[in-house]
T-cell receptor, first 111, second 116 residues
Framework: QQQVKQSPQSLIVQKGGISIINCAYE??????FPWYQQFPGKGPALLIA?????SEKKEGRFTISFNKSAKQFSLHIMDSQPGDSTTYFC??????????FGQGTRLTINP | GAVVSQHPSWVICKSGTSVKIECRSL??????MFWYRQFPKQSLMLMAT?????????EQGVEKDKFLINHASLTLSTLTVTSAHPEDSSFYIC????????????FGSGTQLSVL
Protein backbone atom coordinates (compact mmCIF):
# COMPACT_ATOMS: atom_id res chain seq x y z
CA GLN A 1 0.00 0.00 0.00
CA GLN A 2 3.01 2.23 0.38
CA GLN A 3 4.07 1.75 -3.23
CA VAL A 4 3.96 4.31 -5.97
CA LYS A 5 3.92 2.76 -9.43
CA GLN A 6 5.43 4.82 -12.21
CA SER A 7 5.17 4.31 -15.95
CA PRO A 8 6.57 4.14 -18.52
CA GLN A 9 10.04 2.98 -17.56
CA SER A 10 11.47 4.80 -20.57
CA LEU A 11 10.03 7.31 -22.99
CA ILE A 12 11.20 8.79 -26.27
CA VAL A 13 9.62 12.01 -27.49
CA GLN A 14 10.37 14.25 -30.41
CA LYS A 15 11.56 17.78 -29.75
CA GLY A 16 8.59 20.07 -29.30
CA GLY A 17 6.29 17.24 -28.34
CA ILE A 18 4.52 16.54 -25.06
CA SER A 19 6.11 14.09 -22.61
CA ILE A 20 3.68 12.35 -20.28
CA ILE A 21 4.70 10.27 -17.27
CA ASN A 22 2.16 8.58 -15.04
CA CYS A 23 2.07 7.47 -11.42
CA ALA A 24 -0.47 5.53 -9.40
CA TYR A 25 -0.73 5.08 -5.65
CA GLU A 26 -2.80 3.05 -3.20
CA UNK A 27 -2.49 4.89 0.09
CA UNK A 28 -5.34 7.40 0.22
CA UNK A 29 -3.65 9.12 3.17
CA UNK A 30 -0.92 10.48 0.87
CA UNK A 31 -1.31 14.24 0.69
CA UNK A 32 1.77 15.48 -1.11
CA PHE A 33 2.84 14.46 -4.61
CA PRO A 34 6.11 15.87 -5.96
CA TRP A 35 7.99 15.22 -9.15
CA TYR A 36 11.77 15.18 -9.18
CA GLN A 37 14.26 15.51 -12.00
CA GLN A 38 17.58 13.74 -11.64
CA PHE A 39 20.56 14.17 -13.92
CA PRO A 40 23.27 11.48 -13.98
CA GLY A 41 25.57 11.64 -10.96
CA LYS A 42 23.42 14.25 -9.23
CA GLY A 43 20.81 14.28 -6.53
CA PRO A 44 17.14 14.76 -7.40
CA ALA A 45 15.81 18.28 -7.78
CA LEU A 46 12.20 19.21 -7.12
CA LEU A 47 10.43 20.05 -10.34
CA ILE A 48 6.84 20.61 -9.32
CA ALA A 49 4.49 19.31 -6.64
CA UNK A 50 0.79 19.15 -5.94
CA UNK A 51 -1.57 18.55 -3.04
CA UNK A 52 -4.86 16.68 -3.49
CA UNK A 53 -7.06 19.72 -3.07
CA UNK A 54 -6.37 20.78 -6.67
CA SER A 55 -6.62 18.79 -9.89
CA GLU A 56 -3.93 20.56 -11.85
CA LYS A 57 -0.87 22.70 -11.28
CA LYS A 58 1.21 24.37 -13.96
CA GLU A 59 4.67 25.88 -13.72
CA GLY A 60 6.14 26.97 -17.01
CA ARG A 61 6.30 23.97 -19.35
CA PHE A 62 5.57 21.52 -16.54
CA THR A 63 2.06 20.51 -15.48
CA ILE A 64 0.84 18.02 -12.90
CA SER A 65 -2.58 16.49 -13.42
CA PHE A 66 -4.09 14.88 -10.34
CA ASN A 67 -7.03 12.46 -10.28
CA LYS A 68 -7.96 11.77 -6.69
CA SER A 69 -10.70 9.25 -7.43
CA ALA A 70 -8.42 7.21 -9.67
CA LYS A 71 -5.46 7.66 -7.31
CA GLN A 72 -3.29 8.75 -10.20
CA PHE A 73 -1.18 11.74 -11.06
CA SER A 74 0.87 12.59 -14.07
CA LEU A 75 3.58 14.94 -15.25
CA HIS A 76 3.23 16.67 -18.59
CA ILE A 77 6.21 18.38 -20.17
CA MET A 78 5.11 20.70 -22.94
CA ASP A 79 7.38 21.66 -25.84
CA SER A 80 9.88 19.03 -24.75
CA GLN A 81 13.52 19.96 -25.34
CA PRO A 82 16.71 17.89 -25.57
CA GLY A 83 17.79 19.43 -22.26
CA ASP A 84 14.81 17.69 -20.64
CA SER A 85 16.41 14.32 -21.38
CA THR A 86 17.09 12.70 -18.01
CA THR A 87 15.35 10.61 -15.35
CA TYR A 88 12.15 11.67 -13.63
CA PHE A 89 10.74 10.33 -10.36
CA CYS A 90 7.32 10.79 -8.90
CA UNK A 91 6.88 10.51 -5.15
CA UNK A 92 4.22 10.65 -2.48
CA UNK A 93 4.09 11.23 1.23
CA UNK A 94 1.68 11.59 4.09
CA UNK A 95 2.25 14.64 6.23
CA UNK A 96 5.87 14.92 7.20
CA UNK A 97 6.52 11.24 6.78
CA UNK A 98 9.04 9.79 4.41
CA UNK A 99 8.70 10.17 0.67
CA UNK A 100 7.88 7.04 -1.31
CA PHE A 101 9.45 7.18 -4.75
CA GLY A 102 8.27 5.70 -8.00
CA GLN A 103 10.58 3.53 -10.09
CA GLY A 104 11.69 6.35 -12.38
CA THR A 105 11.28 7.17 -16.06
CA ARG A 106 14.18 7.74 -18.40
CA LEU A 107 13.10 10.43 -20.84
CA THR A 108 14.87 10.99 -24.13
CA ILE A 109 14.00 13.94 -26.33
CA ASN A 110 15.09 13.46 -29.91
CA PRO A 111 16.22 16.64 -31.68
CA GLY B 1 16.65 27.83 -3.03
CA ALA B 2 18.23 26.16 -0.02
CA VAL B 3 21.52 24.33 -0.54
CA VAL B 4 22.48 20.93 0.75
CA SER B 5 26.15 20.12 0.36
CA GLN B 6 27.30 16.52 0.28
CA HIS B 7 30.93 15.51 0.52
CA PRO B 8 32.77 13.76 -0.97
CA SER B 9 31.13 13.50 -4.37
CA TRP B 10 32.94 10.25 -5.03
CA VAL B 11 35.16 7.92 -3.05
CA ILE B 12 37.06 4.75 -3.79
CA CYS B 13 38.12 2.57 -0.90
CA LYS B 14 39.49 -0.86 -0.19
CA SER B 15 37.29 -3.63 1.12
CA GLY B 16 37.20 -3.65 4.91
CA THR B 17 37.77 0.05 5.40
CA SER B 18 35.25 2.61 6.64
CA VAL B 19 34.03 5.62 4.72
CA LYS B 20 32.35 8.75 6.09
CA ILE B 21 30.00 10.87 4.01
CA GLU B 22 28.96 14.34 5.17
CA CYS B 23 25.72 16.13 4.50
CA ARG B 24 25.45 19.81 5.36
CA SER B 25 22.59 22.25 5.05
CA LEU B 26 24.45 25.42 4.13
CA UNK B 27 21.87 28.15 4.62
CA UNK B 28 19.21 26.65 6.82
CA UNK B 29 18.78 24.53 9.90
CA UNK B 30 17.51 21.08 9.07
CA UNK B 31 15.27 19.46 11.62
CA UNK B 32 15.37 16.19 9.77
CA MET B 33 17.83 14.64 7.36
CA PHE B 34 17.33 11.56 5.26
CA TRP B 35 19.81 9.13 3.74
CA TYR B 36 19.09 7.24 0.53
CA ARG B 37 20.83 4.63 -1.52
CA GLN B 38 20.47 4.36 -5.26
CA PHE B 39 21.74 1.57 -7.49
CA PRO B 40 22.29 2.26 -11.21
CA LYS B 41 19.07 2.88 -13.11
CA GLN B 42 17.00 2.29 -10.00
CA SER B 43 14.94 4.41 -7.68
CA LEU B 44 15.99 5.98 -4.39
CA MET B 45 15.66 3.69 -1.41
CA LEU B 46 15.38 5.34 1.97
CA MET B 47 17.94 3.99 4.41
CA ALA B 48 17.29 6.05 7.50
CA THR B 49 15.83 9.20 8.94
CA UNK B 50 17.82 11.25 11.39
CA UNK B 51 16.78 14.03 13.71
CA UNK B 52 19.26 16.29 15.40
CA UNK B 53 20.34 15.00 18.77
CA UNK B 54 18.55 11.68 18.60
CA UNK B 55 19.19 8.23 17.22
CA UNK B 56 18.46 7.61 13.59
CA UNK B 57 15.46 5.56 12.54
CA UNK B 58 16.49 2.87 10.10
CA GLU B 59 14.33 1.31 7.43
CA GLN B 60 13.67 -2.38 7.54
CA GLY B 61 16.58 -4.38 6.19
CA VAL B 62 19.19 -1.66 6.71
CA GLU B 63 21.96 -2.73 9.08
CA LYS B 64 22.34 0.00 11.67
CA ASP B 65 25.74 -1.30 12.76
CA LYS B 66 27.03 -1.10 9.23
CA PHE B 67 25.57 2.24 8.27
CA LEU B 68 26.24 4.57 11.19
CA ILE B 69 24.37 7.84 11.11
CA ASN B 70 25.21 10.80 13.30
CA HIS B 71 23.19 14.01 13.35
CA ALA B 72 25.15 16.08 15.82
CA SER B 73 23.91 19.49 14.78
CA LEU B 74 21.05 21.10 12.87
CA THR B 75 23.29 21.56 9.85
CA LEU B 76 25.32 18.36 9.72
CA SER B 77 24.57 14.68 9.39
CA THR B 78 27.12 11.99 8.61
CA LEU B 79 26.80 8.49 7.22
CA THR B 80 29.65 6.10 7.93
CA VAL B 81 29.81 2.88 5.97
CA THR B 82 31.77 0.55 8.24
CA SER B 83 33.85 -2.34 6.97
CA ALA B 84 32.78 -1.61 3.42
CA HIS B 85 32.48 -4.43 0.91
CA PRO B 86 32.02 -4.36 -2.87
CA GLU B 87 28.28 -4.90 -2.50
CA ASP B 88 28.11 -1.57 -0.63
CA SER B 89 29.19 0.21 -3.80
CA SER B 90 26.34 2.54 -4.64
CA PHE B 91 25.24 6.14 -4.99
CA TYR B 92 24.38 7.59 -1.58
CA ILE B 93 22.21 10.70 -1.38
CA CYS B 94 21.15 12.80 1.58
CA UNK B 95 18.30 15.23 1.87
CA UNK B 96 17.47 17.85 4.45
CA UNK B 97 14.10 19.18 5.48
CA UNK B 98 13.64 22.89 6.17
CA UNK B 99 10.40 22.39 8.04
CA UNK B 100 8.01 19.77 9.31
CA UNK B 101 6.53 19.14 5.88
CA UNK B 102 8.09 17.61 2.81
CA UNK B 103 7.55 20.74 0.75
CA UNK B 104 10.88 22.17 1.82
CA UNK B 105 12.99 19.09 1.19
CA UNK B 106 16.33 19.55 -0.54
CA PHE B 107 18.71 16.93 -1.82
CA GLY B 108 22.47 16.79 -1.83
CA SER B 109 24.37 16.04 -5.01
CA GLY B 110 25.16 12.48 -3.95
CA THR B 111 28.26 10.43 -3.23
CA GLN B 112 29.38 7.62 -5.49
CA LEU B 113 31.06 4.95 -3.38
CA SER B 114 33.16 2.30 -5.06
CA VAL B 115 34.57 -0.45 -2.87
CA LEU B 116 37.39 -2.45 -4.41
Amino acid sequence: QQQVKQSPQSLIVQKGGISIINCAYENTAFDYFPWYQQFPGKGPALLIAIRPDVSEKKEGRFTISFNKSAKQFSLHIMDSQPGDSTTYFCAASQGAQKLVFGQGTRLTINP
Amino acid sequence: GAVVSQHPSWVICKSGTSVKIECRSLDFQATTMFWYRQFPKQSLMLMATSNEGSKATYEQGVEKDKFLINHASLTLSTLTVTSAHPEDSSFYICSASLDATNEKLFFGSGTQLSVL
